[in-house]
């Protein structure tokens, strides 16, 4: 009997199905309990018994139900980039300024007008603004010019001719380019453009004015005087040009070679030349330009033709180049 009920009755570990793990595509038969443990490092997957290939197979089926929670995805590059715009500061939107010790009062949406401006990026929320022990959002510029650029990014208004100067400096600060725009198009500046293109043709003008400077300098402090002179030749022709000369070649411009040339190879015994040049511009704006450029520096000069440089050269040619007389004054 206890046979047959042995081969009748099978026993419960034959009745019990063997437990299955997961298969490759995640389906299987009765699961042990799970727990699933994310972690910020290696986000590892662990079960309560430890058994092989639970890891991995939660893990597959996370990334199938959330395909964009894995490191590096769209989603975690948005978390991430929406935690490094956080605002560093928040603003009102009226904004009282403290420029320099000038005060001004105007909307956030007036300093913010040009997204691409320095004032823009100033109030943006990205970087800290100092205050002032009244509150007012502090500025380190001269306010001087500073009510120019709020009226202009309030309605487009240009500043007086005597102003221009001042508020480009400002606006280039502040990189307000449409108002850099329109002062460039307005006087004095657009004459400035113009000048400065005939003055590019000059060589070494710049070095010339310092050398001026420094001459006038030095010998009004070896004769302890309040002014110096100095001899400036100014010349606008490649070469010496006579009345010897003008029959023969019939023109201001002509070509020599280089051994007759150097026939002409002469230096004027001056302290300062200015020349040759190839521009409309005469030798009297040139002169213009050099006592314009020493009054901008705060320096007075006057000048006057003293006659022209008398040096033979060759049979009947002399130089005949001008010669100007600067008389610096220095106080």
Request: charged share 25%; proline share 7%.
């Amino acid at each position: 009997m206890q046979q047959n009920g042995a081969a009748e009755t099978p026993s419960r570990a034959a009745d019990t199905p063997p437990l299955r793990r997961f298969g490759p595509e995640g389906r299987s038969g009765p699961q042990p309990r799970v727990m699933v443990v994310f972690s910020a490092a290696s986000e590892s997957v662990e079960s309560l018994d430890g058994g092989p290939g639970l890891a991995g197979a939660t893990a597959g089926l996370q990334e199938q139900e959330h395909p964009k929670t894995a490191v590096g995805s769209p989603r975690g590059n948005r978390s991430k980039a929406a935690l490094s715009f956080t605002p560093v500061q928040e603003f009102p939107e009226v904004i009282p300024l403290n420029v320099g010790g000038t005060c001004f009062t105007t909307r956030l949406s007036t300093l913010c007008r040009y997204e691409d401006s320095m004032l823009a990026a100033m109030f943006s929320g990205r970087h800290h603004m100092p205050q002032d022990s009244d509150g007012r959002y502090f500025i380190d510029r001269d306010g001087a010019y500073f009510g120019d650029i709020l009226n202009f990014l309030r309605g487009g208004e240009l500043p007086q001719r005597d102003r221009v100067r001042g508020v480009h400096r400002e606006a280039q600060y502040y990189s307000i380019g449409p108002l850099l725009d329109s002062l460039e198009d307005t006087q004095p500046l657009t004459g400035e453009k113009v000048r400065q293109a005939f003055l590019d043709l000059l060589p070494y003008y710049k070095d010339n004015l310092e050398r001026i400077v420094e001459i006038a300098k030095l010998r009004a402090m070896q004769r302890k005087a309040r002014f110096a002179k100095l001899k400036v030749c100014v010349y606008k022709e490649e070469m010496p040009i006579t009345p010897y000369e003008r029959p023969l070649f019939n023109s201001l411009r002509f070509e020599r070679s280089e051994s007759e040339a150097k026939l002409f190879e002469h230096h004027c015994e001056v302290d300062v030349s200015f020349g040759p040049w190839e521009a409309v511009a005469d030798v009297y704006d040139l002169l213009h330009c050099i006592v314009g450029d020493l009054a901008e520096r705060g320096i007075t000069a006057d000048q006057q033709c003293i006659g022209v440089c008398d040096k033979h050269l060759i049979n009947h040619y002399y130089c005949k180049r001008p010669i100007y007389e600067f008389k610096i004054t220095w106080w």
